[in-house]
């Protein structure tokens, strides 16, 4: 199976308030830099880098 690198993004998840990014290398694939994303939507789920609800629910607010 081949990785398309237009089509794939990368998520830093962490639990806590504080998060700094700067120690963490960009995820680079056939040296092409992947996007970083905070939110993404999975299988109409919609999940973010802390691992709470928020961002799904104000989704699911909106489609309704």
């Not at 109409?44 to 489609?63: E, G």
């Amino acid at each position: 199976m081949l990785i398309n690198t237009n089509k794939t993004k990368e998520m830093v998840i962490y639990i806590g308030k504080q998060w700094c990014l700067d120690g963490v290398p960009p995820l680079c694939i056939k040296s092409r830099n992947i996007e970083r994303v905070v939110t993404f939507k999975l299988l109409r789920v919609v999940i973010n880098s802390c691992l709470t609800w928020d961002a799904h629910v104000s989704y699911s607010v909106k489609m309704c």
